[in-house]
C-alpha cells in the first residue's frame, strides 16, 4: 500500500506560481510512477502531468505545457508539480497519482492506470 498527500495549493493571482507536493509513505516510492490530474466543479478529471519513477521522462498534455514542471526527489518519497503563470483556468483539486512500474521511463495518462490516489489539494486562481 501507498499513501499519497498532496500539499502546497492555495489561492494566487492570475500569473503567479505555486509549488504543489506529493508525498508518499508505506512503500519505496522510487519505483512507482506518478501523475497529476485536476478537476473543476462539474468536470471531469482531467491529467495534468505526469512522471516516470526515475524522474527522466515526464510528459505534459498541450494545455499546461511550457507552465508547469513535474519532478521528483525519491529519497524523499517527493513529487513536485512547480506551476508557473497560473490562469484562472487552472483552478481545480489537484490530484497525484502512483501505480508500479518495473519500467524506468514509463509514464501513463490515464485515471484508470493508476492504483493509489492523494485525497487532492485546492488551487484557485483569481483573475
Known amino acids: 500500500q501507498v499513501q499519497l498527500v498532496e500539499s502546497g495549493g492555495g489561492l494566487v493571482q492570475a500569473g503567479g506560481s505555486l509549488r504543489l507536493s506529493c508525498a508518499a509513505s508505506?512503500?519505496?516510492?522510487?519505483?512507482?510512477?506518478v501523475a497529476w490530474f485536476r478537476q473543476a466543479p462539474g468536470k471531469e478529471r482531467e491529467f495534468v502531468a505526469a512522471?516516470?519513477?526515475?524522474?527522466?521522462?515526464?510528459y505534459y498534455p498541450d494545455s499546461v505545457k511550457g507552465r508547469f514542471t513535474n519532478s521528483r526527489d525519491n529519497a524523499k518519497n517527493t513529487v513536485y508539480l512547480q506551476m508557473n503563470s497560473l490562469k484562472p483556468e487552472d483552478t481545480a483539486v489537484y490530484f497525484c497519482?502512483?501505480?508500479?512500474?518495473?519500467?524506468?521511463?514509463?509514464?501513463?495518462?490515464?485515471?484508470?492506470?493508476?492504483?493509489?490516489w492523494g485525497q487532492g489539494t485546492q488551487v484557485t486562481v483569481s483573475s
Open positions: 508505506g512503500r519505496t516510492f522510487s519505483r512507482y510512477a
Open positions: 512522471i516516470s519513477w526515475s524522474g527522466g521522462v515526464t
Open positions: 497519482a502512483a501505480r508500479a512500474t518495473y519500467l524506468s521511463g514509463a509514464y501513463y495518462r490515464q485515471r484508470s492506470d493508476y492504483e493509489y
